[in-house]
């Protein structure tokens, strides 16, 4: 590994980077996690976490990574054998139905081409042709981290709500939440899948799990295996402040700073600066001449941005070049989408000059790399920034 003068631009789409202030909560000394101090962090955390999932009901933390979330989410509402609706986004999408599928789930998988979100109209006709009620859950990515394509979690809710069918709803906000508005409550979402190395801004290592009444009451009869993943035991250790296994407590120490920083900026304020500069970000790609991958105006990401290479360019190459030369890191493509797209992360701790530094390092990269580009790409981004 060299080393190179001043801060890495880490700016991929997650792990994300880790304010200072959240570093420094982190790096206070490990307490007993039996003790009184630590039941009165749980209970300010777990309160401060509801907002930001916009629920009132519970929210479950897990020492694990995203995809362990996602089997808590699976495990903990189904059986053995229940059918589960999923839909092809992307690669995080194949990734969660094939784990549905490890499991013991019958999934039906809705292909698509990775430049769209979830359609609500497909749900909805999956779920109508399923007369005998035999899909018992809807598992969609709010944003999937491999295409930057949102899908409008809400308009799906309605259209399985107009349906009749009582299937429940599952959302993966691993890359959306505390940077895309997301309303578990307000959407009737059943449970809430995220992690804690995007939007919530610490290091990777904790996975969450929103849970409606729905959800629990499916907890209750649900037969999949399960042990860790459990929400009862810790729901019911939560209510005294605690945990029944040792917790990741000095990531709860940087989680609770994160929350501050959150609160003190205000949800919609951060919302509306993921938007401002993914919309910078479009407005450079686009002015390189490039295209960016999603394809429906009213799905753009806010988090991050995809961008298709031409067909005679390797997009691994690009993020080489950028990495040796700028020492940035970009998201490569993921699954079929390899060497065809990187990804550019503008989520969590993010302002507007990390975003004139991470343009211009992706403008010097394709120009380096031989892309035929317009080098106004970078400018006008720059007025998108200046102007609002
Ligand atoms: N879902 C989405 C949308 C993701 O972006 C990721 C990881 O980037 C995952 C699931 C898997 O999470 P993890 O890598 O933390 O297990």
Known sequence: MTSQPGRHFLQIPGPTNVPDQVLRAISAPTIDHRGPDFASLTTEL????KPVFGTSGPVVVFP??????????????????????????GHFATLWQRMAAGLGLYVDFVPGDWRHGVSPEAVAERLTADSARTIKAVC????????????????IRQAMDATGHPALLLVDTISSLGSIDYRHDEWGVDVTVAGSQKGLMLPPGLGFNAVSEKALAASRTARLRKSYWDWQPIIEANRRGFFPYTPATNLLYGLAEALRMLEAEGLPAVFARHDRHAAATRTAVRGWGLEVLCVDDREHSSSLTAVLMPDDQDADKVREIILERFDMSLGAGLGKLAGRVFRIGHLGHFNDLTLAGTLAGVQMGLQLAGVRIDPN???????????E
């Not at 694990?64 to 059918?83: C, F």
């Not at 969609?140 to 979690?153: D, L």
């Not at 790409?377 to 720059?382: H, S, W």
């Open 46 to 49: 777990l309160t401060s976490l």
């Open 64 to 89: 694990g990574s995203g995809t362990g979330a996602w089997e808590a989410a699976l495990v903990n509402t189904l059986s053995t054998g229940d059918r589960v609706l999923h839909v092809e986004t």
């Open 377 to 387: 790409g970078l400018t006008a981004a720059l007025d998108v920034l200046r102007s």
């Open 140 to 155: 969609v990515v709010h944003n999937e981290t491999s295409t930057g394509v949102t899908s409008r979690v809400s308009e």
